[in-house]
């Protein structure tokens, strides 16, 4: 375990946002905690730990356990007794099952939903709370995740955060955002929180593919909320430690690693987010662009070029992965429309 001071300091020094908004409205809002966690159970002991030592204690806290890991449930049952916290058990797989299945028996007025894997500052809770008395329309808040790999912290500087821009890129930093807070298209799943008035009867895509991660859930959801006319708020002291550790699926983590179907997975996903998101014009560039050019993270014919030319050696792999999903997810896109 790290040294919480030192992460204290360096957010500190960066200057990351004013103080503690105030609240333009009386009362406080309740609020419950979600946890999905699946076989990691001494990093969901920090992350309840943490949860227990917030300045805003929570209302209600959930974590979602598989019936296949009796461990995580005895993990979760030891903070049960203490604190406020219900243990859903699930009996099928993936992210997008247990947040929506969790969501069914939250009981907030705030929906604050964070990894397992990660640690919250002690005012996590209390700094998400005082956003929503500022607007109405704010819908979701998030923050920063400083992610530690092998105990180092990731470094850098980003003042772009959270953006989809037009022709269909998205710019992450949600781990280097150093600016003031500001409106955002995308929070992060390891940090986010939604209004229970927002969500509504909306839950995470089942559509997405994906036996665990299903990555891009967060995206979509999102842009589902920013599509409704919802404010995003992206706000660097909104903190939690986050320490990226193994998944039990195809969708692994980590340098030089990869896998045809968790790429293809996770390029249907990002496809059937943005197809859904974008009016008929830029639906029409984002086909175009993703295919001829693409991202480092998902390759169109320029980008597999560059990451040939850096000796790549899964360029071409990549490439086909990513075509691969992005026909699915086109296809989907046609069907669900029809």
Known sequence: MHDRSMTTGIASRLGEGPDRPERSGRGTFRVTVIVPTYKRTDRLEQCLKALAAQTMPPHQMIVTVRDDDPASRAMAERFARVLPLDI??????????????????????????TDDDAVPHADWIERIEAWYHLDERIGGVGGRDYVFKEGRLESGRARTVGRLQWFGRVIGNHHLGVERPCDVDVLKGANWSLRRSAIGSLRLNTRLRGAGAQVQNDLDFSLR????????????????????????????????????????????????????HFPSFNRSVFIVWSFLVGTSEFPGLAQWMRLTLRGDRHAAAKLRATLRGRLAGLRDRMESAA
Do not use: C, K
């Open 88 to 113: 859903v058990e699930l009996d099928l797989p993936g992210q997008v099952m247990a947040i929506n299945r969790a969501l069914d028996h939250a009981r907030g007025d705030i929906v604050a939903i």
């Open 225 to 276: 909320l920013r599509r409704s006319g919802w404010r995003l708020v992206y706000d660097p002291r909104v903190a939690v430690d986050h320490f990226p550790s193994v998944r039990h699926d195809v969708d692994q983590r980590g340098a030089g690693y990869f896998h045809p179907l968790a790429q293809e997975n996770a390029a249907f996903n990002d496809t059937v987010a943005l197809m859904d």
